[in-house]
DNA sequence: CCAATAGGATACGGTGCCGTATTGATACGC
DNA sequence: GCGTATCAATACGGCACCGTATCCTATTGG
């Protein structure tokens, strides 16, 4: 645990909000059990924010800004793209084993929500752009460079997605060896 | 609306939940909400039900039912493997287009419940089973066929899921040249 | 046509959460 | 050290939902 100290900050109700998110949606930000788990009671929460919406809307921006091109960056920042495309598959294919919680896939079943549905937009935008940008910079047109970078991450969203449901270990060489014969060239 | 008549079934309320699921999670299952735009107040339910969790269960089961092999037999009766598999891409190509809530999009947000755990589970089974037996049949190695299969399940997956966020059309044709292109051979 | 029954209406108590005071404690600038 | 701002505790009213109990109505089979 970081938060050692003795109080709170907006920051950590922001952060236990989004660990609530990753493990039931956004029903799951209830002010008064997030401030049981944090150890202290609601009324300090009306110290950091107007309402439980304001929280929410803190959670989903903090979330939108760590993982679009801020998250983005490392990746971005690599020349070649052949290198790049690789270094993206298998950051994916390390990172699905993990029953780590997604907050992505959560944010799934609020997705009727404005407000989800456009930080989504954003990230997978991002994203999308970056996967695009790279088969372009690889030889590919730009129509099929961007059908194949929306095929390629709809690959690694639903990949994340069986990770979750699926006891089976997914065998994360063998997905890496299928996943770069399919997506490299 | 085919429910024209006086009285309301239990299959009635099911089905209003299965479309709560699709719309809001399974929170959004909630008994007095759904009578209601049922049109009903909450006294009928308990003559259906014996309470939330029972109807939930009931639709969850249905769902099941209708989206795991039942709902596969009409591709799994197609005898050529290459057909069948053209087959189901075309389907799903298809089937992402409209932004027809999907309630298996949505169990993503309640996937720690473990009766959605199951279900999907169930469901992911069944269809991965099919195409793994597809690619099989096409002459890949079982190792191969199962993660090949894997990979094509979860682009499917992802597609349906940048189409209920992505307001861009996905272009159908192109995405469905663009699968046809890497998962067919 | 008359029970018996399935579906429906109303009313009630209980629970969990939201948001608002109000008051208390603790850090920190000065 | 002292006050001021910030975090925290307590207590309250309100709302939405669950589940039970009770009574009502309309089919429907005989």
């Known amino acids: 645990m970081v938060t050692e100290s003795t109080r709170l900050s907006a ?14 949606g956004l029903a799951a930000v ?23 919406d304001e929280l929410i809307t803190a959670a989903l921006t903090e979330w939108a800004r ?11 920042a690599i020349a070649d793209p052949a290198e790049r495309l690789r270094e993206l598959l ?7 084993q993990p029953l780590a919680p997604s907050v992505h896939l959560s944010l799934l079943g609020d997705r009727n ?3 989800v549905k456009d930080v989504v ?19 590919l047109p730009p129509k099929r460079a961007e059908s194949r970078a929306r095929v390629a991450y709809a690959a690694i ?20 060896d299928e996943a770069a014969a399919i997506f490299l060239p």
Chains 1, 2 share one sequence.
Not at 69 to 76: E, P, T
Not at 90 to 96: D, E, F, K, N, Q
Not at 127 to 139: A, K, P, V
């Open 11 to 24: 920051q950590d109700w922001a952060k236990a909000a989004l660990k609530a998110i990753a493990g039931g």
């Open 30 to 52: 209830a002010v008064e059990p997030l401030a049981r788990t944090l150890g202290v009671t609601k009324g300090s929460f009306y110290a950091h924010y107007r309402n439980r």
């Open 66 to 76: 760590t993982h679009g091109d801020a998250g983005l960056a490392h990746f971005a």
């Open 90 to 96: 298998t950051a994916v294919v390390r990172s699905v």
């Open 113 to 115: 929500d404005p407000r």
């Open 121 to 139: 937009r954003q990230v997978n935008r991002a994203r999308l752009d970056l996967l695009t940008r790279t088969y372009r910079e690889l030889g």
């Open 157 to 176: 969203l639903g990949l994340s997605h069986l990770a979750q449901t699926d006891p089976d270990a997914p065998r994360a060489a063998v997905l890496a």
